[in-house]
């Protein structure tokens, strides 16, 4: 059974940083895409990025938003992905989804998600 | 800033048929823009309905259905039931970048 469980998240004040983890099972992780999403409280959902699988390049790809400031990463020998989140602002709070695969990948299309863990920026 | 727009409310009874479109703001949406349709109920998180237009999950009811429709993504659900009742979310690529639309809250009454 494929199961994603996010972990990291909490209290955190603005400009500081935080790194999220995504720890997979049920699945050979090194085979797929992971992708992180996003949704402040009570709004829509937000793309964040994802991270290529390593015979795809393992190459990222981020919304605009986020790019200079978070990071996606991996290690398949732990199947974990990573979010690192640095320069926290208070449009950062939401909760924060992983997911297997990647939007418009045809051979690891967008799965399974995480229960998500909880991000509030806040002094 | 491109803009995906869906309906933010729809109702439909029960064991009825109803169309949600998601639509940009450059032009028509095309099987290019990878229509990926989503569901989340309240306090859930979301699920992966429908990929690359109109590719199911396994774990997708076989009454819901994605499509091109008239310049944009539309999902269809046919034969509606209560638990159907949910917030759907549309996402399609613009350049490199994702973007989803504000989300449909479906109502079956």
């Known amino acids: 059974e494929v199961q994603l469980v996010e972990s990291g998240g909490g209290l955190v004040k603005p400009g500081r940083s935080l790194r999220l983890s995504c720890t997979a099972s049920g699945f050979t992780f090194g085979d797929y895409a992971m992708s992180w999403f996003r949704q402040a409280p009570g709004k829509g959902l937000q793309w964040v990025g994802f991270i290529r699988s390593k015979p795809f390049g393992g190459t990222t790809e981020y919304a605009a938003s986020v790019e200079a400031r978070f990071t996606i990463s991996r290690d398949d020998s732990k199947s974990i992905a990573y979010l690192q989140m640095n320069s926290l602002k208070t449009e950062d709070t939401a909760i924060y989804y992983c997911?297997?695969?990647?939007?418009?990948?045809?051979?690891?299309?967008?799965?399974?998600w995480g229960q998500g863990t909880l991000v509030t920026v806040s002094s | 800033q491109t803009v995906v727009t869906q309906e933010p409310s729809l109702t439909v009874s029960p064991g009825g048929t109803v169309t949600l479109t998601c639509a940009s703001s450059t032009g028509a949406v095309t099987s290019g823009y990878y229509p990926t349709w989503f569901q989340q109920k309240p306090g859930q998180a979301p699920r992966t309905l429908i990929y690359?237009?109109?590719n199911k999950h396994s774990w997708t009811p076989p009454r819901f259905s994605g499509s091109l429709l008239g310049g944009k993504a539309a999902l269809t659900l046919s034969g509606v039931q209560p638990e159907d009742e949910a917030e759907f979310y549309c996402l399609l690529h613009h350049g490199g970048a994702w973007v989803f639309g504000g989300g449909t809250k479906l109502t079956v009454l």
């Open positions: 997911t297997r695969g990647a939007p418009g990948f045809i051979r690891e299309p967008l799965d399974y």
């Open positions: 690359s237009t109109n």
